[in-house]
């Protein structure tokens, strides 16, 4: 093999290991994404909770009235 075609050989041998290396990248930011993604939806979920549950409580004026709470096993 001359040293040209030698030459070219290895060129085109860099550029698809750059492109593997690009798509592997490419890979890894599309997981990160997906789980920044994730734990921002946990977080809102847990925001709605803390949001509805002040609004349950913002309800029952008389907290003994609440279903749940840390008198939920003396009868009313």
Known sequence: MSTVAHLLYLLLQARQLILVHLLLDLEVLTV??????????????????VIVGK????LYPDRRLLPFGPN????F
Not at 32 to 49: E, K, M, P, Y
Not at 55 to 58: D, F, I, R
């Open 55 to 58: 609004l349950v409580v913002s």
């Open 32 to 49: 990160g994404i997906l789980i920044f993604r994730s734990l921002v939806r946990c977080f809102q979920a847990l925001i709605a909770v």
């Open 72 to 75: 939920i096993a003396r009868p």
